[in-house]
């Protein structure tokens, strides 16, 4: 099979796995755990791309990296014309916007979290500035999202499969009261059966 996603268990490889079965192309998964007491990615990946990060892509040899460059490509190449919005729209733009606002923006304050919550005390001068800039994107995407439970249009966008990693990220901090429609969205995901296919497929993720 000539499309092989490399996937690390609970990680945003898991928004490719859900978009190629919305697409419905026919894909081959290698799977990577992360080290149970490191939570780091395994040095395997390594093999496939310098930065021994996930997701990434092949495509009869080619190697593509980075979630937004790879969701792009595969709706470009494998059918997903219909998760995309017209070029030359106002759609369109605000697609590119969200598209990179997912794994830009968002993941920012959300990384140094992350990263920070080793440290303990020694990260207490920072918390409140990145507890501001959280609470900042997750209030803006909750202001951004339709009533019709999607970011761009009526249907169901790549856009919307980017931001779902971020949104689930702010209900898992507990935050769902606060953004009850982030919390809708993250459900509403997670009832598409494509959703529901690419987590049989993808194994452990933060337990969904």
Request: hydrophobic share 45%.
């Given at each position: 099979m000539s499309l092989i996603v490399h996937h690390l268990n609970n990680s945003r490889s898991q928004r490719i796995?859900?978009?190629?079965?919305e697409i419905g192309a026919a894909y081959e998964v290698k799977y990577y755990d992360r080290d149970p007491v490191t939570n780091l990615?395994?040095?395997?990946?390594?093999?496939?791309?310098?930065?021994?990060?996930?997701?990434?892509?092949?495509?009869n040899g080619r190697v593509i990296t980075e979630s937004g460059a790879?969701?792009?490509y595969l709706c470009e190449r494998h059918g997903g014309g219909h998760l995309v919005p017209e070029r030359g729209t106002d759609d369109h733009v605000s697609h590119l916007?969200?598209?990179?606002?997912?794994?830009?923006?968002?993941m920012t304050p959300i990384l140094l979290r992350i990263y920070t919550a080793r440290l303990g005390e020694a990260a207490a001068p920072l918390e409140p500035r990145i507890a501001q800039q959280l609470d900042a994107h997750f209030a803006y995407m909750e202001s951004?999202?339709?009533?019709?439970?999607?970011?761009?249009?009526d249907s169901l966008s790549a856009a919307d499969i980017m931001l779902s990693f971020p949104a689930e990220i702010a209900i898992m901090q507990g935050?769902?009261?606060r953004y009850p429609k982030l919390a809708g969205f993250v459900n509403a995901c997670h009832d598409r059966p494509a959703w529901r296919r690419a987590r049989e497929k993808g194994g452990a993720y933060y337990g969904y």
């Open positions: 796995l859900w978009l190629l079965e990615a395994p040095p395997e990946l390594l093999a496939i791309h310098p930065l021994g990060k996930s997701p990434v892509i092949e495509d790879i969701t792009e916007e969200w598209l990179h606002f997912a794994e830009g923006s968002a951004r999202l339709g009533e019709n439970g999607h970011f761009i249009g935050m769902a009261p």
